[in-house]
T-cell receptor, first 115, second 115 residues
Framework: EDKVVQSPLSLVVHEGDTVTLNCSYE??????LLWYKQEKKAPTFLFML????IEKKSGRLSSILDKKELFSILNITATQTGDSAVYLC???????????????FGKGTHLIIQP | EAQVTQNPRYLITVTGKKLTVTCSQN?????MSWYRQDPGLGLRQIYY???????DKGDVPEGYKVSRKEKRNFPLILESPSPNQTSLYFC??????????????FGPGTRLTVT
């Protein structure tokens, strides 16, 4: 059974701290790994990673994938209260039979940034 | 504006009363999907569709039906809703193809309560 595990499940830090969120996976037919941010509404896309060792950056956020060890991390530096959200990791897979792609989500990390 | 729309946004209904949640996207995406999100369980895929007239089951399809008669629309049908289908539902769409799954765009969500 495909599995995506995120840790920690929740995290409380102070503004200005740096945080690292973890995502490990065990899936068949891996295609990609995606990170989403969810505030009190629909998830919004952050990154898609397909190759090991290549860091993706967007402002204070960055992410990297290790396809050998089957995990990814999401780093947020100089955190702000607006970073408070649930961060979702999802792995893109090809369903058996080919031709179809889906996303298997982790349960998310609930990040709270205190002023 | 590129978007995925869902209607209704909030719905309270009674057990057994058939309902439909509509989903529409204006990005000409081939791939559409329905998820439900429950506390502690994360996002779970209900059904997905690779293109018109092509649908398939996700992880939790029991009690749901879908149809894809047009590329832009992907309604979710609950023929006989039960209280365990009380949840937050998201529709999503994306491009697809031979490469890894493209980022999925999520609708705003439909909060369904079945009493």
């Amino acid at each position: 059974e495909d599995k995506v595990v995120q840790s920690p499940l929740s995290l409380v830090v102070h503004e200005g701290d740096t945080v690292t969120l973890n995502c490990s996976y065990e899936v068949t037919n891996f295609r990609s790994l995606l990170w989403y941010k969810q505030e009190k509404k629909a998830p919004t896309f952050l990154f898609m990673l397909t190759s090991s060792g290549i860091e993706k950056k967007s402002g204070r956020l960055s992410s990297i994938l290790d396809k050998k060890e089957l995990f990814s991390i999401l780093n947020i530096t100089a955190t702000q209260t607006g970073d408070s959200a649930v961060y979702l990791c999802a792995v893109g897979i090809t369903y058996s039979g080919g031709g179809a792609d889906g996303l298997t989500f982790g349960k998310g990390t609930h990040l709270i940034i205190q002023p | 504006e590129a978007q995925v729309t869902q209607n209704p946004r909030y719905l309270i209904t009674v057990t057994g009363k058939k309902l439909t949640v509509t989903c529409s996207q204006n990005m000409n995406h081939e791939y559409m999907s329905w998820y439900r999100q429950d506390p502690g369980l994360g996002l779970r895929q209900i059904y997905y569709s690779m293109n018109v007239e092509v649908t398939d089951k996700g992880d939790v399809p029991e009690g749901y039906k879908v149809s894809r008669k047009e590329k832009r629309n992907f309604p979710l049908i609950l023929e006989s809703p039960s209280p365990n289908q009380t949840s937050l539902y998201f529709c999503a769409s994306s491009l697809t193809g031979q490469a890894a799954p493209y980022e999925q765009y999520f609708g705003p969500g439909t909060r369904l309560t079945v009493t």
